[in-house]
């Protein structure tokens, strides 16, 4: 953020306040220097005003049209793969799906525990910690405090029962329903959240199904060997590289 002024706004109710009930007034973007220097300021992820409007106009069209989120996309991804591995939802999985037919977004319902890992990884792993940083599109009033118009603003949460622990019970209620979380938003909020969304929702959860259903993933070392803090943590938080033995089924 070089020596420029930064609020940071903390907590669920902070941030939805700030980019959902005062949406318009936090729905400039900062001109963070890398990024700026890297797009001169073009493209929908830094641009603002006019230009940014349109733009993202444009994108959520496009995205329609190509399906975003839709059952022709669910088709495309079944065809692509990633990793990673847990017994216990490799059971669910066999349970509800087997291991011939291809997974679908209506399964999803039917694997509680499953999708609430993947929510859990995401925000244990929270890859964009201070998410993307906003600005005010004026000198606006919040919470008391006067935010002049070019400040930058990003976010930060913290509502769990152990925040610093992977813990899929996050998601989970004490039957083992899934259970949402509104302090889930690795995807931000408001105007300027993010316009994938619903294709990278569907993209994690078909990937890691499809993988699950045909191999099982192991560490060398075993995995208590395996450290899952970052490697290293600034704008992004990066992950440790490892080694994997990935046997099929
Ligand atoms: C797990 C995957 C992803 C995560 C966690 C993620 C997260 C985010 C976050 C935190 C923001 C900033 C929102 C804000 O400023 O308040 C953002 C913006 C954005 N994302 Fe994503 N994203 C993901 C995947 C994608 C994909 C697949 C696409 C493209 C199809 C995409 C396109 C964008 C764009 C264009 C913006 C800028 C929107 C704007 O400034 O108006 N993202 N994303």
């Given at each position: 953020?070089?020596?420029?002024?930064?609020?940071?706004?903390?907590?669920?109710?902070?941030?939805?306040?700030?980019?959902?009930?005062?949406?318009?007034?936090?729905?400039?973007?900062?001109?963070?220097?890398?990024?700026?220097?890297?797009?001169?300021?073009?493209?929908?992820?830094?641009?603002?005003?006019?230009?940014?409007?349109?733009?993202?106009?444009?994108?959520?069209?496009?995205?329609?049209?190509?399906?975003?989120?839709?059952?022709?996309?669910?088709?495309?991804?079944?065809?692509?793969?990633?990793?990673?591995?847990?017994?216990?939802?490799?059971?669910?999985?066999?349970?509800?799906?087997?291991?011939?037919?291809?997974?679908?977004?209506?399964?999803?319902?039917?694997?509680?525990?499953?999708?609430?890992?993947?929510?859990?990884?995401?925000?244990?792993?929270?890859?964009?910690?201070?998410?993307?940083?906003?600005?005010?599109?004026?000198?606006?009033?919040?919470?008391?405090?006067?935010?002049?118009?070019?400040?930058?603003?990003?976010?930060?949460?913290?509502?769990?029962?152990?925040?610093?622990?992977?813990?899929?019970?996050?998601?989970?209620?004490?039957?083992?329903?899934?259970?949402?979380?509104?302090?889930?938003?690795?995807f931000?909020?408001?105007?300027?959240a993010c316009v994938g969304e619903s294709?990278a929702r569907?993209?994690?959860?078909?990937?890691?199904?499809?993988?699950?259903?045909?191999?099982?993933?192991?560490?060398?070392?075993?995995?208590?060997?395996?450290?899952?803090?970052?490697?290293?943590?600034?704008?992004?938080?990066?992950?440790?590289?490892?080694?994997?033995?990935?046997?099929?089924?």
């Open positions: 953020m070089g020596l420029q002024r930064v609020v940071l706004l903390v907590g669920y109710e902070t941030v939805k306040e700030a980019l959902v009930d005062q949406a318009e007034d936090f729905s400039g973007r900062a001109p963070v220097p890398f990024v700026y220097k890297a797009t001169r300021g073009y493209g929908l992820l830094i641009s603002n005003g006019e230009r940014w409007r349109q733009l993202r106009r444009f994108t959520l069209t496009t995205l329609r049209d190509f399906g975003m989120g839709r059952k022709k996309m669910e088709s495309w991804i079944q065809e692509e793969n990633i990793c990673i591995y847990s017994e216990k939802m490799q059971k669910e999985i066999d349970d509800v799906i087997g291991q011939t037919r291809s997974p679908t977004m209506e399964d999803r319902k039917s694997l509680p525990y499953t999708n609430a890992v993947i929510h859990e990884a995401q925000r244990f792993l929270d890859i964009a910690p201070i998410g993307v940083p906003h600005c005010a599109t004026a000198d606006i009033s919040f919470k008391g405090y006067i935010i002049p118009k070019v400040s930058m603003i990003t976010e930060s949460e913290d509502h769990w029962d152990s925040p610093w622990s992977f813990n899929p019970n996050h998601f989970l209620d004490k039957n083992g329903n899934f259970n949402t979380n509104p302090a889930f938003i690795p931000s909020l408001g105007k300027r294709l569907m993209e994690l959860f078909l990937f890691l199904v499809t993988l699950l259903q045909h191999f099982t993933f192991s560490s060398p070392g075993g995995p208590d060997i395996v450290d899952i803090s970052p490697e290293y943590s600034n704008f992004r938080n990066i992950q440790r590289r490892y080694e994997l033995i990935v046997t099929p089924h």
